[in-house]
């Protein structure tokens, strides 16, 4: 009896680790089967699939600002995926993109049709705006923030150069020089300017400086400079008010002579964009910009980066001191991709 209760109570002892053991390793092999197929090459192409390739990018630097941003967010989606971005104005990409020297134009201006002519391939992808600068220490800053300048002020000063003076615009005694500054590269800024003054870039008159940035500081440095920027080479984009030392010319869009409240909306970026948003701001110098391919050599990868940006990259356009598309123009755009793509759909 003793022999027999001591033998089962032995069997028991040894029975119940044998159980422990026998599952643990259940148990391993179950997960070490689970992590196996989980890398399996079979569950590997069920992802979403990694793209990898170069794509290069120049022009305009009113686009530049916002596809720095769409190319660092895709990058960081696809990490095999190399992007190379310059910035050299609107006709450096526009020739860089029909001569095949780089795979995507930006360009900020209206396409012409002898470019459309040769292949070039645009498709809207932002708006934005150019507005006029002067220097914060201009000596008529108060005359001109209470009564504006008008479209045909600025005409006579930038196209025709029929007004040299800064008293001249307000007819007040004096002759304290303009001094008006331009663009040297062919830009998307210039032709926008002078389509809202009713000319081409090669009609304005004034230094000519390249680039935004050369431009803004030009500007800066000179009290009775007077110039224009792109709308993100403007505002500081950490503050979102002018960057320091810039004045926004208020624009006396009513002529009436005098700046009304309504027509002052560029305190900071966020009211300009509103006013561009609403159409209270002029169109031009309020316009599309665009991102052009050449329509016979498009490649897989420059037409999925475009799709991103008509999709996911739409949602970084805001806070980069842009204007989102609305969804009619994303659809035709999107469309235009495709037809792109499958051209005998």
Request: charged share 20%.
């Amino acid at each position: 009896m003793i022999i027999k209760i001591n033998y089962q109570k032995k069997k028991t002892s040894v029975f119940i680790p044998g159980i422990l053991i026998a599952s643990v390793l259940l148990l391993f092999f179950f997960y070490e089967s689970l992590f196996a197929w989980s890398s399996s090459p079979a569950v590997d192409r069920a992802r979403p699939p990694l793209f990898s390739g170069k794509l290069s990018i120049s022009g305009a630097w009113a686009l530049y600002p916002l596809v720095a941003r769409w190319a660092e967010a895709f990058q960081n989606e696809n990490p095999r995926v190399n992007i190379d971005l310059q910035a050299g104005g609107a006709g450096k990409g526009m020739a860089d993109v029909l001569a095949g020297l780089v795979d995507i134009g930006m360009v900020s201006r209206e396409v012409y049709p002898e470019e459309l002519s040769r292949g070039a391939f645009p498709l809207s992808v932002a708006r934005d705006a150019v507005v006029g600068t002067i220097n914060k220490n201009n000596p008529h800053l108060k005359t001109i923030m209470e009564k504006g300048l008008s479209q045909e002020a600025l005409k006579a000063v930038f196209i025709s150069g029929e007004i040299k003076y800064w008293e001249e615009i307000f007819g007040l005694p004096g002759k304290t020089p303009i001094h008006v500054y331009t663009r040297s590269d062919a830009c998307g800024a210039a032709e926008t300017w002078a389509a809202f003054l009713g000319g081409h870039q090669e009609d304005l008159k004034g230094i000519a400086i390249y680039g935004d940035p050369g431009l803004a500081e030009a500007v800066r440095r000179d009290p009775l400079g007077l110039g224009f920027n792109n709308l993100n080479f403007a505002y500081d984009p950490r503050t979102l008010r002018p960057h320091e030392g810039l004045v926004i010319i208020p624009l006396d869009l009513n002529r009436d002579g005098r700046l009304e409240p309504e027509e002052y909306f560029y305190h900071n970026r966020n009211q300009l964009t509103t006013a561009i948003s609403s159409g209270l701001y002029p169109s031009p110098p309020a316009r599309d910009l665009y991102l052009v391919i050449k329509k016979s050599a498009p490649n897989q990868l420059t037409l999925t980066f475009l799709e991103w940006v008509l999709l996911k990259g739409q949602n970084l356009i805001e806070e980069a001191g842009y204007l989102k598309l609305d969804s009619q123009t994303i659809a035709k755009e999107l469309q235009k991709i495709k037809e792109l793509k499958s051209p005998g759909e």
